[in-house]
């Protein structure tokens, strides 16, 4: 990253003081003592006063070439409560603040006989000593790298140190300077504050040092990085290359990986052979991975990437750890309407349907049986490499109930049940879990025309029923409930013979006579020419549809479930003659009258 790439600064950096610094001067010569050797003349006493005026003088003008602003390098003489003495050759000696050589720790770094490089602030500073600074002369080399690194567009590292309005300051080494929010990244950053502390590297974007204005730019540098880095990536990117890159990002739907200057997704769906609910559960951002480039669009830069194709894919043997008829165990990992996903292992699910999780036909959804994370036991019913599927049941494995209805049910037996469907041809009701029986709808009554089951029944009523037929090969239990009663025809034909006079309402007129409604469910047809003595045209004209009148039975066929009646009989002793014209009359009674007859009735309904 560019926060590692390495700055100018003060070190390295030839730096060409305001004057050359000035070194301390040599001693001045002391004068010669009357205890000089004898015998020397005059004359060199002479050209020694002379050689000493030289030096004096030297050492003056030296002295007076420092002035404020120089840099200069003198050494520590002595450290005083007053300050760091030191020597820069001048006729006073100089001193400098404590303080500028004190760590946070408190102790001083420097000791004496050190040499130190100071600016000179003031010459005639107090109690004769002039006004030196060291921070100064280091601030004056560090605007001097600053002011070549600007100049030469070369990048700058700093320590932020604060957050202020509108972005963050950054130590540059003793000069403060600003970086924007909007320079501090690539993309735009929401938490300033988690940069704080940071060393980062920058570009300088404005410079003026009379305002110790600085305005730099982390944005600038990693993106001229993240250019050159994106270069050489696409150079030697390409689709099945097993490449290496950080997690940047992470999403519900994957992760984006920075490969080195470009962005590929990593889908969850890649990620791994198993369930995966979420890519956090198993990257963090900034981790390192490796990955498999699945696809590359070069001119759109796109890249899809594959973590779980570096893994051996579990479905490749699957066909050796999981056989028919096996019995497994597994976590429910999903649950949907159709039924229930199970984990047999890491990347390994089989799909158990709602119809083999129970014997039982009343589960409407599979939540009612089993949820997410369950530990359930399942039978395989088959195994399909190819297609990445696995058929469990969960029901094979407890007991069948129809393997043993027959030792628990016979036919005539009476069972009680639950309406569990209607439909148009009858009624199912489930008698225990797993076992249901059919009430065709002829089978709901012995009298009543039922149209529909629901004329009769509701869906989730208990019931009585008679088992009438069991066929264990086709799963079949046929119910009747009209026979819990007696049947209705069998008592009227043992309870009535011929002769009998008996009462019965007009139920319909047809143009060949009337039936008549003997009891609920039984009737029986009193011929046009039995309805009077006399002649008959029309049979409206001698009854109407709800009149309750007297009929003789003249005749009983059980067989048959026919009943014939005689109104004008009623009241005659019986008589032979009586019986034979019924029956000539019911001979001609044509069948296309009883057709017609059978169509409208039809067409009434």
Not at 100 to 115: C, K, N, Q, V, Y
Not at 380 to 401: F, H, T, W
């Amino acid at each position: 990253m560019a926060d590692n790439v390495q700055p100018s600064g003060p070190e390295g950096v030839t730096i060409t003081p305001l004057r050359a610094p000035v070194a301390p001067s040599s001693p001045i010569p002391e004068k010669m003592t009357p205890d000089a050797e004898p015998g020397v003349s005059s004359a060199a006493e002479a050209a020694e006063d002379n050689d000493f005026a030289a030096l004096l003088d030297d050492y003056e003008q030296t002295s007076a070439s420092v002035s404020p602003g120089d840099i200069v390098v003198g050494q520590v003489v002595s450290i005083t409560e007053r300050g760091v003495v030191v020597d820069i050759g001048f006729k006073s000696e100089g001193l400098v603040a404590k303080e500028e050589f004190t760590g946070p720790d408190g102790e001083l770094s420097i000791a004496r006989g050190a040499s130190v490089e100071v600016m000179v602030k003031q010459i005639e500073g107090g109690d004769g000593y002039v006004e030196l600074s060291h921070a100064d002369a280091r601030r004056y080399h560090l605007w001097e790298a600053i002011e070549k690194a600007f100049t030469e567009n070369q990048p700058v590292s700093g320590k932020i140190v604060e957050r202020t309005k509108g972005g963050l300051q950054v130590d540059l080494g003793g000069v403060m300077a600003f970086l924007p929010g909007s320079q501090a990244d690539i993309r735009p950053l929401r938490n300033l504050d988690a940069l704080l502390g940071r060393e980062v590297v920058c570009r300088i974007l404005k410079l003026n040092k009379k305002r110790n204005n600085i305005v730099l730019s982390r944005k600038a540098l990693l993106e001229e990085e993240t250019i050159a880095r994106k270069s050489e990536t696409l150079r030697l990117l390409d689709e099945n290359v097993i490449v290496s890159g950080q997690v940047k990002n992470l999403t519900d739907y994957g992760a984006f990986i920075d490969l080195g200057g470009i962005d590929g997704l990593l889908h969850v769906t890649d990620m791994s052979w198993g369930r995966l609910p979420k890519p956090s559960d198993l990257f963090s951002v900034g981790d390192t991975v490796q990955v498999k480039v699945l696809k590359f669009d070069r001119e759109r830069e796109r890249v899809s990437l594959g973590y779980k194709q570096l893994l051996p894919d579990p479905w490749d043997t699957v066909a050796e750890r999981f056989r028919r008829d096996d019995i497994v165990k597994g976590r429910v990992v999903s649950v949907t309407d159709y039924g229930a996903f199970v984990e047999l292992e890491d990347g390994i699910e089989g799909l158990v349907h709602v119809s083999e999780m129970t014997w039982s036909k009343r589960i409407k959804h599979p939540s009612k049986l089993v949820s997410v994370g369950d530990e359930v036991e399942a039978m395989i019913l088959e195994v399909d490499p190819a297609n990445r599927r696995i058929s469990l049941g969960m029901k094979q494995i407890q007991p069948n109930p129809w393997d043993s209805v027959a030792q628990r049910y016979s036919v005539g037996s009476r069972v009680s049940g639950k309406v569990r469907n209607l439909t148009d041809f009858g009624a199912f009701v489930e008698i225990e879990d797993g076992i249901d029986g059919l009430i065709h709808v002829s089978d709901l009554s012995w009298t009543k025309r039922v149209k529909h089951p629901s004329d009769v029944l509701k869906k989730g009523q208990s019931i009585e029923a008679i088992i009438t037929s069991i066929d264990t090969v086709n799963r079949r239990l046929s119910l009747s409930i009209k026979d819990l009663e007696p049947n209705a025809w069998e008592r009227f034909f043992q309870q009535h013979r011929l002769g009998d006079v008996v009462t019965g309402k007009v139920v319909r007129i047809a143009g060949f006579g009337v039936f008549v409604e003997l009891e609920e469910g039984i009737e029986g047809l009193c011929h046009i020419s039995e309805l009077s003595d006399q002649r008959v045209d029309r049979a409206e004209s001698v009854v109407s549809v709800g009149q309750s009148l007297p009929f003789k039975i003249l005749k009983l066929d059980e067989s048959n479930r026919k009943i014939g009646l005689s109104a004008r009989a009623v009241g005659k002793e019986n008589d032979p003659e009586d019986v034979s014209n019924y029956l000539n009359n019911e001979t001609m009674t044509s069948l296309g009258e009883l057709a017609r007859f059978t169509r409208v009735e039809k067409d009434s309904r």
